[in-house]
């Protein structure tokens, strides 16, 4: 085996580990293992990968490329199994990851065709294949702290899978291309002015790209403010709601107390006639009017107290039975946000699937308490009239072509915290488990 060809072929391969490295910079809090054991895993796998290969590539004499980029296509499903986020979201950083590596690959031609100009791309010399990874080491270091920063707060906070997929398309349009426009004979770079236009092409190109990401990023935070508004508004309103039935109490409380003396000397005159049932039958009233007046303290927290009374009137008004056993701690080590959007959509999802049912048998128990100390234990059951769209063990929406989006939205507010959401039903009866880590 030619030593020097396969010293020339083993840097193209190594590029593998900062490309590796910048497809975890985005995932950072959604890695199944740690960053440490992570980095080993994939040292343990891509320097023995670089090292069989290049051997191959030198005894077969092919293009590095012919393995290189089958090679995309395995790592990615490797790439899966080591996070937990969702499909989307793993294509879209992976694709976009290796759209960028595409341009450096470009870059490093242009200088081996500078270096070499009678030579190919097949022919790919060492000092060029020195040059792509260094750069690919370089713009790894560049892009660490922004993917890190910004990029995993986007991918941490913005759900919905669709808004993910969108990035895809163009990344794979760009990664295609520059697979495309890898020159084959060096001689053409340098026709004309093709050699100083091909790679200000590709750095404007590059550009473009990296400033769709950033748009991205912008949007994504724009659309998550907005929703962080919404629901903070809505709580608002729950708590508006709450303080007026609380005026109300106290108000009605106030001239209960002023109205007592009056009870008193009738009680007192009744009491001396002996007019034992007009007595009882004044005592229910006054007892009918305090029991219409008393507020529910589900929890110390304002805001979900506020959300728990709101939706508590809702049912009763809806002629739900209701069961509930709330225990939530205190201090919220929790993004108040966060539980307020979990126990909304559980709540609300209960009482529409009770709605769907004849008002003698609607019921909704729930259950939230804290078990060995760090952990929140969240079980509601409610009855439903037994219609569901589901495929295999995902819930998709009756209302509307798509998933859940309030089941999806705790699933994603259960994993944020380290936590699952189980969702099962039977023929009359629908169950969602979860559990957080507080």
């Given at each position: 085996m030619d030593i020097g060809k396969w010293l020339s072929a083993l840097p193209q391969f190594l590029i593998l580990l900062p490309s590796s490295a910048s497809c975890y910079f985005a995932?950072?809090?959604?890695?199944?293992?740690?960053?440490?054991?992570?980095?080993?895993?994939?040292?343990?796998?891509?320097?023995?990968?670089?090292?069989?290969?290049?051997?191959?590539?030198?005894?077969?004499?092919?293009?590095?490329?012919?393995?290189?980029?089958?090679?995309?296509?395995?790592?990615?499903?490797?790439?899966?199994?080591?996070?937990?986020?969702?499909?989307?979201?793993?294509?879209?950083?992976?694709?976009?990851?290796?759209?960028?590596?595409?341009?450096?690959?470009?870059?490093?031609?242009?200088?081996?065709?500078?270096?070499?100009?009678?030579?190919?791309?097949?022919?790919?010399?060492?000092?060029?294949?020195?040059?792509?990874?260094?750069?690919?080491?370089?713009?790894?270091?560049?892009?660490?702290?922004?993917?890190?920063?910004?990029?995993?707060?986007?991918?941490?906070?913005?759900?919905?899978?669709?808004?993910?997929?969108?990035?895809?398309?163009?990344?794979?349009?760009?990664?295609?291309?520059?697979?495309?426009?890898?020159?084959?004979?060096?001689?053409?770079?340098?026709?004309?002015?093709?050699?100083?236009?091909?790679?200000?092409?590709?750095?404007?190109?590059?550009?473009?790209?990296?400033?769709?990401?950033?748009?991205?990023?912008?949007?994504?935070?724009?659309?998550?403010?907005?929703?962080?508004?919404?629901?903070?508004?809505?709580?608002?309103?729950?708590?508006?709601?709450?303080?007026?039935?609380?005026?109300?109490?106290?108000?009605?409380t106030r001239r209960l107390r002023h109205d007592f003396r009056h009870s008193v000397y009738l009680l007192t005159s009744l009491a001396e006639k002996g007019d034992i049932d007009n007595i009882q039958k004044y005592l229910a009233e006054y007892k009918t009017g305090l029991d219409n007046t008393v507020t529910i303290n589900y929890c110390k927290n304002a805001a979900l107290n506020a959300l728990f009374c709101y939706y508590h009137e809702i049912a009763v008004s809806a002629g739900i039975d209701l069961d509930w056993n709330i225990a939530v701690p205190e201090p919220l080590s929790i993004s108040e946000l966060d539980m307020a959007s979990l126990f909304g959509n559980l709540i609300e999802n209960a009482i529409t699937g009770c709605l769907n049912v004849p008002q003698e048998t609607r019921y909704f128990c729930l259950t939230a308490e804290i078990r060995y100390g760090n952990r929140l234990y969240i079980v509601s059951t409610n009855s439903f009239d037994g219609q569901i769209r589901k495929v295999k063990d995902k819930y998709y929406s009756t209302k509307h072509s798509g998933t859940g989006i309030g089941l999806e939205s705790i699933s994603a507010i259960a994993g944020k915290y380290g936590g699952l959401a189980r969702v099962s039903n039977s023929d009359n009866d629908f169950f969602v488990d979860i559990v957080l880590k507080i």
């Open positions: 995932v950072k809090n959604q890695m199944k293992y740690t960053p440490l054991k992570t980095a080993v895993m994939c040292i343990a796998l891509l320097i023995p990968y670089s090292l069989v290969t290049a051997g191959i590539s030198v005894i077969l004499d092919i293009d590095v490329n012919i393995i290189l980029i089958p090679s995309i296509f395995l790592f990615f499903f490797l790439y899966r199994r080591t996070v937990t986020c969702n499909l989307s979201i793993c294509l879209a950083v992976y694709i976009g990851v290796c759209a960028v590596q595409t341009f450096l690959a470009q870059f490093a031609y242009v200088f081996d065709a500078y270096l070499h100009p009678m030579s190919r791309a097949a022919d790919f010399s060492t000092e060029a294949a020195l040059f792509q990874l260094g750069l690919s080491c370089l713009v790894a270091a560049a892009f660490a702290w922004p993917a890190c920063q910004r990029f995993s707060w986007a991918v941490d906070h913005l759900d919905p899978p669709d808004i993910w997929a969108l990035t895809i398309p163009l990344s794979l349009m760009f990664l295609i291309f520059n697979i495309i426009a890898i020159p084959q004979s060096y001689s053409t770079i340098h026709t004309g002015r093709l050699y100083y236009l091909f790679p200000l092409i590709e750095g404007c190109t590059l550009v473009l790209l990296i400033s769709v990401y950033v748009l991205f990023y912008k949007g994504a935070k724009l659309i998550l403010e907005r929703a962080e508004l919404k629901e903070r508004s809505r709580l608002l309103e729950m708590q508006a709601h709450q303080y007026q039935i609380l005026q109300e109490y106290m108000n009605q």
